[in-house]
């Protein structure tokens, strides 16, 4: 076995991990916020049914492995590079609290980082904006109107019923629709690991044919579940309280848009952002009780977090294959992921509270 290559699979399970706490937020932050389930069952349930959708499909896989840049021009040291520099963006924007692109994250290091190595000839730019770039503008700016729309017409249909039922039926509902953004996250973002894992695979053995194996999914899978089950609580305060000001009925329709964009999005191989899809589909129903519910000032926040990404992620990847070209490049990186993982340690750990001050 390559040393090199189980670096990568290492690497690239470590990103999952990051993605599952990082993104954990979108299926659960609505639901905690209007008190549907408690924090611990929902990253619990999250978690499960993140692991149950990465084996739904592995179109967006595909996507990721051979669709972003030519595979046959990629080494290992160009995706163990890619994948450090969207380590190091999705772990900055956790800990500012930001709700960033995981997924953006991930394309923009492995594109930057093949930049680096092959120059800009190695990114098959129209792959990249018809199945990037065109649906990661589009699925947001869906989500929002389709979120406002479905509200609009949950609160015609309930416009005779006492407030008080209409939200515990709708913190049931809630139960339901939380449950299909996990599903349709773990769909779309645990894929997107599997195609670059595969992508070091081809990279590791030239000549073999890109394809997904069965252990990759599975690792994947329990990756991404493990990452959901530890949470983002930085990133669900920001979506489920800073953002606006959710009732049950409005996350209802915030979760049931997001998870049918993603869903139909997993359909077609586009590997979309669930952050901005969600974050989109919030404000969107957020906006339907009053306009100024809105925390503009927040959401624009999270705007410029999404501008940033994949140039930010591939400004890191191109700067770690460069780095990896050094005597020992390897080595500095392996040590820089480590402690990057440790950081993440520390900065979860928490604080021990200070003791009572003596009676009397």
Request: with cysteine.
């Amino acid at each position: 076995m390559n040393p090199t290559l189980v670096a990568v699979v290492a690497v690239a399970l470590c990103f999952d991990f990051t993605n599952g706490f990082h993104d954990s937020a979108n299926a659960i932050a609505t639901s905690v916020s209007t008190r549907a389930v408690s924090p611990r069952l929902a990253v619990l349930g999250s978690a499960l049914l993140n692991f149950a959708g990465a084996f739904l499909s592995l179109k967006v896989a595909a996507t990721v492995g051979k669709g972003i840049v030519d595979p046959n021009a990629v080494t290992l040291r160009v995706v163990l590079a890619g994948l450090i520099g969207a380590i190091a963006w999705n772990l900055l924007t956790w800990r500012l609290g930001l709700p960033s692109s995981s997924s953006h994250a991930l394309i923009g290091g492995v594109a930057g980082s093949a930049i680096a190595a092959a120059g800009f000839g190695v990114v098959q730019w129209r792959g990249l904006w018809e199945k990037v770039a065109i649906p990661a503008l589009a699925s947001p700016a869906l989500a929002l109107p389709l979120a406002a729309l479905l509200m609009l017409v949950l609160l015609w249909i309930v416009r005779k019923r006492a407030p008080g039922k209409v939200n515990r039926a709708f913190r049931r509902l809630q139960l339901l629709s939380a449950g299909f953004v996990a599903l349709t996250h773990g769909t779309n973002d645990a894929q997107k690991t599997m195609g670059v894992i595969a992508l070091a695979l081809v990279a590791a053995n030239p000549g073999q044919s890109f394809h997904v194996p069965v252990w990759v999914i599975v690792s994947a899978a329990a990756a991404m579940a493990g990452g959901t089950y530890v949470g983002g609580w930085r990133i669900v305060r920001t979506l489920g309280q800073r953002v606006a000001k959710l009732e049950p009925p409005q996350g209802f329709a915030a979760e049931t848009a997001t998870a049918t964009i993603l869903w139909f999005t997993a359909h077609f191989g586009f590997p979309v952002s669930t952050t901005h899809t969600v974050s989109s589909a919030v404000l969107g129903a957020g906006a339907t009780s009053r306009f100024s519910a809105v925390r503009w000032g927040i959401a624009g926040n999270i705007v410029v977090a999404w501008l940033l990404t994949l140039p930010a992620a591939a400004l890191v990847g191109a700067g770690m294959e460069v780095a990896t070209r050094l005597p020992g490049g390897i080595v500095w990186a392996l040590l820089l992921a480590i402690g990057l993982a440790a950081l993440l340690v520390l900065a979860r750990r928490p604080h021990p509270r200070p003791a009572a001050a003596p009676a009397g």
